[in-house]
């Protein structure tokens, strides 16, 4: 509990000087002003999270958070929980999607077991940080103790703090964990109040009762547990996970150590939410990826405020959508550092 308490305290904001510095450069850039948009926007958030003018991201790292979920007894996805294991021994071997995309940008992937309900063994190349095996089911009782939520999210803080350690300047956020689909449009129906079924989607495979039997389930844990919106501790323990309480801490960690951290898709964002009810100034840092395909994705960016970059039809998860992200971040500080301002341009033109 102390160390997410002192990682909460100690979060600023960005550097609102040096985004202003940042802007003012753009604007003076030898092109049109506001023609290069997003990645306008982008640049001027990096060098507020870094403090920099001319911001360095090229030791990227996704750190995957793997965990299994009790819900599943009540048949809300067709996928087999042995996928979860399966899936989380891949990761080292660079055999998923997620691996194969931040290969691309030299991103290192690191894989964290949270909660896999069996045993990972020590010699597979997983961080093993096991709080229980998996959640308990949520439609007959609490996911977790409220001391288990809080210990998931600290297991993202000193993960994501000792890859900082070690010379990460961008984070991104992933998940592996069949049925958590299930409890991120859980934590999304108690936060926003609305109806299950406006937030529930087809998963990585509905179950046979589909979409709506997914959302009585839903329902009912959330009528039996009642989580209190108003303390998203709570909302994390009685309908969460454990891989969503990490991506939560990963997220905090970056924002106290002013990193940016890139997020995935609906779970990922379910997690930044998390974040942002802990410490609202996390949002400074977060970089939003990708559009989920699920329906509650939309829903859940608009409730934390942010928009994704990109439109690709995705919903794999992993990490996929944040990896695939880090190109455009690249641009963003290429274009800080090597285009020139209208000024530069005549002063190189006149020699």
């Given at each position: 509990?102390?160390?997410?308490?002192?990682?909460?305290?100690?979060?600023?904001?960005?550097?609102?000087?040096?985004?202003?510095?940042?802007?003012?450069?753009?604007?003076?850039?030898?092109?049109?002003?506001?023609?290069?948009?997003?990645?306008?926007?982008?640049?001027?958030?990096?060098?507020?999270?870094?403090?920099?003018?001319?911001?360095?991201?090229?030791?990227?790292?996704?750190?995957?958070?793997?965990?299994?979920?009790?819900?599943?007894?009540?048949?809300?996805?067709?996928?087999?929980?042995?996928?979860?294991?399966?899936?989380?021994?891949?990761?080292?071997?660079?055999?998923?999607?997620?691996?194969?995309i931040?290969?691309?940008?030299?991103?290192?992937?690191?894989?964290?077991?949270?909660?896999?309900?069996?045993?990972?063994?020590?010699?597979?190349?997983?961080?093993?940080?096991?709080?229980?095996?998996?959640?308990?089911?949520?439609?007959?009782?609490?996911?977790?103790?409220?001391?288990?939520?809080?210990?998931?999210?600290?297991?993202?803080?000193?993960?994501?703090t000792?890859?900082?350690?070690?010379?990460?300047?961008?984070?991104?956020?992933?998940?592996?964990?069949?049925?958590?689909?299930?409890?991120?449009?859980?934590?999304?129906?108690?936060?926003?109040?609305c109806?299950?079924?406006?937030?529930?989607?087809?998963?990585?495979?509905?179950?046979?009762?589909?979409?709506?039997?997914?959302?009585?389930?839903?329902?009912?844990?959330i009528?039996?547990?009642?989580?209190?919106?108003?303390?998203?501790?709570?909302?994390?323990?009685?309908?969460?996970?454990?891989?969503?309480?990490?991506?939560?801490?990963?997220?905090?960690?970056a924002?106290?150590?002013?990193?940016?951290?890139?997020?995935?898709?609906?779970?990922?964002?379910?997690?930044?939410?998390?974040?942002?009810?802990?410490?609202?100034?996390?949002?400074?840092?977060?970089?939003?990826?990708?559009?989920?395909?699920?329906?509650?994705?939309?829903?859940?960016?608009?409730?934390l405020?942010?928009?994704?970059?990109?439109?690709?039809?995705?919903?794999?998860?992993?990490?996929?959508?944040?990896?695939?992200?880090?190109?455009?971040?690249?641009a963003?500080?290429?274009?800080?550092?090597?285009?020139?301002?209208?000024?530069?341009?005549m002063?190189?033109?006149?020699?």
């Amino acid at each position: 509990m102390q160390l997410l308490q002192d990682t909460i305290q100690n979060i600023q904001g960005a550097d609102v000087i040096r985004m202003k510095e940042a802007s003012k450069r753009i604007d003076a850039l030898c092109k049109p002003p506001g023609s290069l948009g997003k990645l306008e926007s982008l640049a001027v958030q990096l060098s507020g999270i870094t403090g920099q003018l001319f911001p360095m991201i090229d030791k990227k790292v996704m750190i995957v958070c793997a965990a299994d979920h009790g819900v599943c007894e009540e048949g809300v996805t067709t996928n087999p929980q042995d996928v979860t294991v399966f899936q989380t021994l891949n990761f080292p071997k660079g055999g998923t999607g997620v691996c194969a995309i931040a290969n691309i940008t030299n991103a290192k992937v690191v894989t964290v077991d949270v909660g896999v309900k069996e045993d990972i063994p020590l010699d597979a190349g997983v961080l093993i940080q096991k709080i229980k095996y998996g959640t308990d089911n949520m439609a007959k009782g609490p996911a977790m103790s409220r001391e288990e939520a809080i210990q998931s999210i600290e297991v993202g803080i000193r993960v994501a703090t000792e890859e900082i350690t070690k010379g990460a300047n961008v984070l991104g956020t992933g998940e592996m964990g069949i049925g958590n689909t299930t409890p991120s449009a859980a934590i999304l129906a108690v936060l926003t109040g609305c109806d299950p079924i406006e937030v529930t989607g087809f998963g990585a495979g509905v179950g046979q009762g589909g979409i709506a039997h997914k959302a009585a389930v839903i329902e009912r844990a959330i009528t039996l547990n009642k989580p209190n919106p108003k303390d998203v501790m709570d909302v994390l323990a009685k309908v969460g996970g454990l891989e969503i309480g990490a991506m939560a801490g990963i997220i905090l960690a970056a924002a106290v150590h002013r990193k940016p951290v890139v997020i995935d898709g609906f779970i990922s964002t379910i997690a930044a939410l998390i974040a942002y009810k802990l410490e609202p100034k996390v949002k400074d840092y977060i970089i939003p990826s990708h559009a989920s395909e699920e329906p509650g994705a939309k829903i859940a960016a608009a409730l934390l405020g942010v928009e994704p970059m990109l439109y690709m039809n995705m919903r794999l998860g992993e990490g996929s959508g944040a990896a695939l992200a880090f190109p455009i971040l690249d641009a963003a500080c290429s274009m800080m550092k090597n285009m020139v301002t209208l000024e530069e341009a005549m002063n190189l033109l006149a020699k």
